[in-house]
């Protein structure tokens, strides 16, 4: 049996974690009173904070897809896609659920 040693270097590689994730997020639900498409806002915070799109692009989106679906599981904010690979919008989540009509029958 022959063995053989070698060397592998893997370059380090700079993630957005998903605690910076949600906290960017935060801020964007604050704002966020109707439908906003993630993607601009994704693009502004990276520009903002001086992370290169072309290195960062994969881990922010996947961070803030992470974090957006701990939020909307926490009931925090809504998530919405019209179509498979379409562009995805949040918003707040209304602290009240929705008062539907009553219809002619119902009622006391």
Not at 10 to 32: P, T
Not at 68 to 88: C, N, S, T
């Amino acid at each position: 049996m022959k063995r053989v040693q070698g060397h592998i270097s893997v370059g380090q590689r700079v993630v957005w974690s998903l605690v910076e994730a949600r906290e960017a997020l935060q801020r964007l639900v604050g704002e966020a009173g109707d439908w906003t498409q993630i993607d601009p806002y994704l693009a502004r915070y990276m520009a903002a904070h001086g992370l290169p799109a072309r290195e960062m692009a994969a881990t922010v989106r996947a961070s803030a897809l992470s974090a957006m679906l701990e939020m909307v599981k926490e009931g925090v904010l809504d998530l919405r896609q019209d179509d498979a690979f379409a562009p995805l919008y949040l918003r707040r989540r209304s602290a009240r659920p929705p008062v539907l009509p009553l219809s002619r029958g119902d009622g006391p």
